[in-house]
């Protein structure tokens, strides 16, 4: 099994799964299937710190670190780039000046799908503070590029809309925005099983992150597990690099001087 690593910010990781830490029965649940998955780093979206999994009364993001997981605050629930740039900077103070977050600002209550241009004015003045930007958005590889040129240290687009399960709608869109990157890519939202976190690494991917796929499966634990191997293949495969797609069969045993 391969461990290459991957850097974002000025942290390096072994894991190519990030988790998600959000709609667990509870807070043993989270840790459980948390541990399962082999991740290293959790998203917490800082405006909902005031609820944690069935409102057990710890200290969900002291509770992460105590354990020694990598926190990846979130400005979800933002609408707005000057509310998403607020959060942000309350994250920066939670976390004793921590530079990495993810940003979310969302354009539409139905699809949850992000709004794009709040998301590069935000992101470009998030930049500017000294944030190392990881931005969540649509899989149009033109706004990717453009969020890369305003300095994101990762770019993360949606596979499909947030808790639909309905894995990689567009796998060409994906491919085009990991061929032109120079910084990492991580698909973000969308997942359903394990053969879409396989498919996200295939496409040469750095990572997938995920929630409502784990968290809403009837064993998360279990489904945790099968996301670790998922996303450890699918990074195997890509790094073995697959065979071409032919129009034609081509037989797996030598066809010369075969017995007559």
Known sequence: ??????????????????????????????????????????????????????????????????????????????????????TALLARELLDGQTLIKLEVIGDATTLYPDVCATLKATEQLVTMGFDVMAYTSDDPVAARQMEELGCAAIMPLAAPIGSGWGIRNLANIRFIVEQAKIPVLVDAGVGTASDAAIAMELGCDGVLMNTAIAGAQDPVMMAGAMAKAVAAGREAFLAGRIPRRKYGSPSSPVENMLQ
């Not at 850097?7 to 029965?25: T, V």
């Not at 991740?39 to 999994?53: D, H, K, Q, S, Y």
């Not at 710890?58 to 933002?78: H, W």
């Open 1 to 86: 099994m391969t461990t290459d690593g991957w850097i974002i910010g000025e942290r390096s990781f072994s894991s190519r799964l990030l988790l998600g830490s959000g709609k667990y029965a509870s807070m043993d649940q989270m840790f459980a299937a948390l541990s399962a998955s082999a991740t290293e780093m959790v998203t917490v979206a800082i405006r909902r710190l005031g609820n944690p999994p069935q409102n057990e009364g710890e200290d969900l993001l002291s509770a992460l670190l105590d354990q020694g997981y990598a926190v990846l605050p979130n400005t979800a629930g933002c609408t707005r780039a000057d509310e998403a740039i607020r």
